[in-house]
């Protein structure tokens, strides 16, 4: 079965860049027909979708987010990755990696979360 | 950017039935919005119940379903168990683009 795996740095100082990647077991990113997502959930808040990439390369991504982030694949690592750029305190959350393929529900899968703090 | 409203808390009785909605700032939600709802306990990360309206998934207990209803997408639970005690949030795609509902404090009392 395919599981979903964060890692990075828990702690970022403000103003540098937020780093992550969601490791892929079970499959891989370049399946067909998936799309892989970050979201994010800061303590006690809701869920805020950060963006995703398609199979082939294509992105989406939040409009209020969209200057600073980019989703990338790596298919040598079999991974996906989460950039932000200038973080603020208001980064700060719990960041989950999803994925799915379209026509079986694009969240399907989901890591356990990873909890990044932005502060000096 | 679209805004996703949801009712910030509800409570059912233990058996009861109870519908979660869901709905846009930009008009009536349609299939074309692919409308989903997560689970979420505390501590753990959300979980798919429904996804494009209606559609479960193998771990989706058959109480749950999914519907448009009155211009929002839902989601009803049929013979509420204690387990059920949970936030529920919805997700709405405005082409391509990814908005989650502020979710649903479901109390099973």
């Known amino acids: 079965q395919v599981q979903l795996q964060e890692s990075g740095p828990g702690l970022v100082k403000p103003s540098q860049t937020l780093s992550l990647t969601c490791s892929v077991s079970g499959d891989s990113v370049n399946s067909a027909n998936y799309y892989w997502s970050w979201i994010r959930q800061p303590a006690g808040k809701g869920l805020e979708w950060i963006g995703r990439i398609y199979t082939s390369g294509r992105t989406n991504y939040n409009p209020s987010l969209k200057s600073r982030v980019t989703i990338s694949l790596d298919t040598s690592k079999n991974q996906f990755s989460l950039q932000l750029n200038s973080v603020t305190a208001t980064d700060t959350a719990v960041y989950y990696c999803a994925g799915g393929q379209t026509g079986s529900g694009c969240y399907s899968l989901w890591g356990q979360g990873t909890l990044v703090t932005v502060s000096s | 950017q679209a805004v996703v409203t949801q009712e910030p808390s509800l409570t059912v009785s233990p058996g009861g039935t109870v519908t979660l909605t869901c709905g846009s700032s930009t008009g009536t939600v349609t299939s074309g919005h692919y409308p989903y709802w997560f689970q979420q306990k505390p501590g753990q990360a959300p979980r798919t119940l429904i996804y494009d309206t209606s559609n479960k998934h193998s771990w989706t207990p058959a109480r749950f379903s999914g519907s448009l209803l009155g211009g929002k997408a839902a989601l009803t639970l049929s013979g509420a168990q204690p387990e059920d005690e949970a936030e529920y949030y919805c997700?709405?795609?405005?082409?391509?683009?990814?908005?989650f509902g502020g979710g649903t404090k479901l109390t099973v009392l």
């Open positions: 997700l709405l795609a405005y082409s391509g683009v990814q908005v």
